[in-house]
C-alpha cells in the first residue's frame, strides 16, 4: 500500500508558529494476505499506528492527492479504504475512523 520514501508535513498555528513533522516510510516485509484485515491499518504496512490515523486525515482534508485515486505516491489505496473504516457502523472513512485508531493507541478504548 505505501512505498519507501519521505515527506515533509507543515502546519502554521494561529499565532504564527510553524510546525514541520518528517515522515519516513521503510520498506518492510509484510504478508500481504495478513495485513489486508487488520482494522484500522489504512497505510496497509502489517499494523496500527498512528500513520494510519494521520493518513485517515490526509486522505479526507486532501482527497486529490491522498484519496483512494489520489496524486501522491502514498495516497490511500482501495484496500486501505476498508481497512479504515473501524468506527461508526460501516458509514465509510470518517474522521471518526481516525479518532477511534488515537483513541485505542493511547489505551482509551480497546
Not at 33 to 49: E, L, P, R, W
Not at 59 to 72: I, K, M, S, Y
Amino acid at each position: 500500500c505505501l512505498k519507501a520514501g519521505t515527506t515533509t508535513l507543515t502546519a502554521k498555528s494561529s499565532d504564527g508558529q510553524r510546525f514541520e513533522v518528517e515522515i519516513i516510510v521503510k520498506t518492510v516485509e509484510v504478508d500481504p494476505i495478513a495485513s489486508k484485515a487488520i482494522k484500522g491499518d489504512a497505510n496497509c504496512d502489517g499494523h496500527v499506528d498512528m500513520a494510519d490515523a494521520v493518513l485517515i486525515m490526509q486522505a479526507l482534508a486532501n482527497p486529490d492527492r491522498f484519496g483512494e485515486n489520489g496524486t501522491n505516491e502514498n495516497h490511500i489505496t482501495e484496500q486501505g479504504m476498508k481497512n479504515a473504516d473501524i468506527s461508526g457502523d460501516n458509514d465509510g472513512v470518517t474522521a471518526g475512523d481516525a479518532l477511534a485508531i488515537q483513541r485505542k493507541l493511547l489505551g482509551l478504548d480497546d
